[in-house]
């Protein structure tokens, strides 16, 4: 074993194997070969010629002078120099840490001073490794397990474990616990020396005392935090609670052992509108801020706690919000001093924090002086804490046409006026949100608000507005409905004159006749007519209608056909059908109207082209409850959505597009009752309609129909009017070829026909006459039962009107049941059958003819109901 020497100052290592050998061998080969040289020369020295002898040696003295020389001026080294670096030698050398490196076979390469110090070593052959000091404590055996399996691995690692007794005392000494850290790396030995591990060893015992002091102080910090009589959170920048002590904890009811930092946010603590004061402290960039600020906190309960907070918020650099931290103080509201000045502030404030309406008090010049909570919360983004105390202005929060206004209010309450009218605006920066201010004097200025001029109290009615557009538009409509319903009843009665009188003159013409081609053309638009007659009726939702269960997947497929011949090659038609989709009841032709309707309102709104897309779905109660449409009851309902990629509709043309009459399109291209069809239509149907569009990317009309739930005798009478159904068409299918149509005459059957307008009773007459039906005719109901009277009941079917004078058919209806119970009845009507069905008992048995109507379509209502 060599030694290294230290350096001058430092102590020399333990154990230094770590220098390679000198060259020694090198020194007794070099000697062995002088020796063997010299004997070489004394035993041929005979053999030698001398001038050769002496030349020989001559060279090498030259040599041996050459190699003198440079060895005592550097220039040649005999042995190599310790390639160590002194410097790092030294460190490692003077290292407070004991410093050990062992090879693979757990052998000692090195160990310093302060090793040996630490492991209570003092010569070089006492000093043992790592593992044979700590590997026999079971307080430290894992931790060099451990440390040694990842060295063994490539890895560096650490442990800290606690010895009952110093390392360097002895295993029955009185010294106290002791802690080390002992860390272990890697380290290549170069060239044949494998792999050396590298070991650190240092006495943390001071360190973690210092530490516990230091745990103990925070602990009593804490400690003393949790129970102090007032309580304190802290809060981050994005509002989450991160701390919060005892106190606090017990007065809201949370149980500290389930809270987690950040979990919690301060909104879900701040009762009503007081979040808004919490956000109005701001501070500026760099800077704290600290306001004072009487609120209710929520307890987990829902109860409320009246509370005085001293909030103080920080702001970072670049202005944003930082962290706040906040003392909560509680008012014992039953305690001794309510009555107290402090306390009686501290209440008012908190009334004023939490009342409903946003408050502001205002001086002469309309400059904002002080508010509450809700006000903040109300014209948050036009009004702050900070603008206040640069002076804002009242006004900034109205419209600039409503800002003369408040000028002449304030000009009022300056001049303690007591009546000042309120001021009904919009915010400032925005067109839907509408307010009321009442703007009310100060006569009595106090010292805390010697200025104050004005109290404003400002309440938002954008609900109220939205009611009254919606209930105006709902009168609006339901007159207009009436009115057309009227009109559409009138022009029944004509409509129905006319084409009766049509169908006797084309009875007497031949197809030759010059006057049959215009009484075609008369018929032809007698019936184009009565077609715009309906689509009013639909709006009106007095149309008659004949629902029936449908499943919507099957309607629209049958329809799919129709619509692309309908809207062109140009417009591509999607259908997407949810799926298990529900069933619905509706009139399965007014409904198909419906769509064929928007289908080609949206190929119309496509000039260029574009995807017209049909969706159905489900719609959930509470789905429902979530949309919040308008006058939409909460229920399930089946949606179906008709979207177009066309021009869009503007807003203002959007709230009038189911009024009667009204169009966008060219004269002599729409009729504009296309839309109140379809409002209609889904209205009578029990469902809702609701536009969306935007001006340039289309438009969406969703149609929510009530979902429809089949009882058992429902289901009952579907498969039997189904079975009939099917007879029917078997029975018309067996029909010989070359028989004629069905038989409608009369035969001896007496017709009492009863109708108030007398161009449509004396048709009606000509035409049943015609046919072979002995007819009566009255034009009201009273004068219907005089005939029935005189005619002893012998009447077999009664026709009549509804709406009619003195007595209106349903009343009718009713009187005749009650002396002819089994007289067959048909009502005519140019309302739908349900407008005056509900007004007659549900065991009523009655026929139903919709006006206007042919001569045929008379002869064979009055037929089929004869032959039941």
Known sequence: MTETTPAAGTPAPLVDRSAKPRSVSRLIFLALVMIGASFVFFLFKDQLNSDLMLGILGVLAVVGIFFLVSTVIGFVTIMPKATTDPLARAFIDTHPEGTLVTDDKDRVIYANQAYGQITGTTSASDVQSIEAILSRHRESAEAVYRLTNSMRNGQAGQEEFRMPHALNEAPNGNGAGHWYRLRGRPVSGGEGAGLLMAWQLSDISQERTEQEMVFKELQNAINYLDHAPVGFFSAGRDGSIVYLNATLADWLGIDLTSFLPGKLMLRDLVAGAGMALVESVQAEPGLNSTAQLDLDLLKTNGQSFPVRLVHRVTATRDGSPGESRTIVIGRDEGGKDTNDAANAEMRFTRFFNNTPMAIASVDAKGRILRTNGPFLQMFSG?????????????????????????????????????????????????????????????????????????????????????????MAQTQKMNAVGTLAGGIAHDFNNVLTAILLSADHLLMSL????????????????????????????????????????????????????????????????????????????????????????????????????????????????DEVARLNNRGMEVGDFVLIEVADEGTGIAPEVLEKIFEPFFTTKDVGKGTGLGLSMVYGIVKQSGGYIYPESEVGKGTTFRIYLPRHVEDEAEKATTEAEAAALVEAGAARQGKPANEGPEDLTGGSAVVLLVEDEEAVRRGGKRMLEARGYEVHEAGTGVEALEVLTELEGKVDIVVSDVVMPEMDGPTLLTELRKDYPDMKFIFVSGYAEDAFAKNLPADAKFGFLAKPFSLKQLATSVREMLDE
């Open 510 to 621: 031949r197809p030759s006749d010059s006057s049959f081609a215009d009484l075609i053309e008369i018929k032809r638009n007698a019936n184009r007519a009565a077609v715009l007659v309906r689509q009013l009726l639909a709006f009106s939702r007095k149309q008659t209608m004949r629902p029936t269960v449908l499943s919507m997947t099957d309607v629209i497929g049958d329809l799919r056909m129709l619509v692309d011949r309908l809207t062109g090659t140009h417009v591509k038609l999607e259908l997407e059908f949810g799926r298990d989709l529900w069933l619905v009841k509706t009139d399965l032709g007014q409904f198909e109207q419906v769509l064929i309707n928007l289908a080609v309102n949206a190929r119309d709104a496509m000039p260029e082209g574009g995807t017209i897309t049909v969706r159905t779905r489900n719609v959930e109660a």
């Open 382 to 470: 036009l009004v702050s804490r900070d603008d206040m105390e640069q002076g804002a202005l009242f006004e900034t929060v109205l419209r600039e046409e409503d800002r003369a206004g408040l000028a002449e209010a304030l000009r009022q309450a300056a001049d303690k006026q007591g009546d000042i009218a309120p001021i009904d605006s919009r915010r400032a920066d925005s067109e839907e949100r509408h307010f009321r201010f009442y703007v009310n004097a100060v006569i009595e200025h106090t010292e805390e608000a010697p200025e104050e001029t004005a109290i404003i109290y400002a309440v938002e009615t954008t609900e109220q507005k939205a009611l009254e557009a919606q």
